[in-house]
């Protein structure tokens, strides 16, 4: 008996819920790309970026990817996409992290040389997803024009979807990104002193 109320119960929370969702998914009649911004202090914002490269992959889309700030090991998404997938429109800016840097007008000058090749891709019709992986820290740090950066993400190819990740960057960024996710820091391996682990965290 008391099985029979929790599987009505449960269909009764699942009828409310299906109605809900369709209903949501009736009023959103709009067709064009998005913008995404993942940040936040946590794990997670680039795996998910690249997750989406996988889906778009999956689809026969075109794709591109221009990463900011990378240190200057190989990551298995490089190795992944210069091996298995050589079409992908892929640039890195190719310095390693600011803190190893330690050169501000260094740093500045690449990001420049790298704006370039993201203001391209951001003007191509045939790329149905461009990932500007680590761009919150050009704003962050100053190394790029903010409104230069937003005006390129609003007058992207109306088909064409962009995702953003990195920490900070801004209430500007997030004003313009239809989407933004925040991943939470609430534990971390590292901090435990475990080493970073090859194919899990690069």
Known sequence: MADDKKSQKHKTAMEKQKVSVDS??????????????????????????????????????????????????????????????????????????????QDRSGDIAAAEKTWVEASRMLQDKSLHLVILDELTYMLAYDYLDEA????????????????????????????VCDTVSEVQDKKHAFAAGVKARKGVDF
Do not use: C
């Not at 800016?93 to 803190?99: K, L, P, R």
């Not at 190819?157 to 004003?175: D, L, M, N, Y």
């Open 24 to 101: 949501s998914i009736e009023a959103a009649s709009l067709e064009r790309g998005v913008s995404i911004l993942l940040t936040g202090n946590g794990k997670g914002k680039s795996s998910s970026a690249f997750g989406m490269v996988i889906r778009s992959l999956g689809y026969g889309y075109k794709v591109g990817i221009i990463q900011f700030i990378k240190g200057e090991q190989l990551s298995g998404e490089e190795i992944f996409i210069r091996e298995q997938h050589p079409e992908i429109d892929f640039y890195q800016m190719g310095t390693g992290f600011t803190w190893d840097t």
């Open 148 to 175: 230069m950066i937003i005006d390129a993400i609003k007058n992207r190819p109306s088909e064409q979807s962009v995702v953003v990740t990195g920490r900070g960057g801004g209430s500007a960024i997030r004003e």
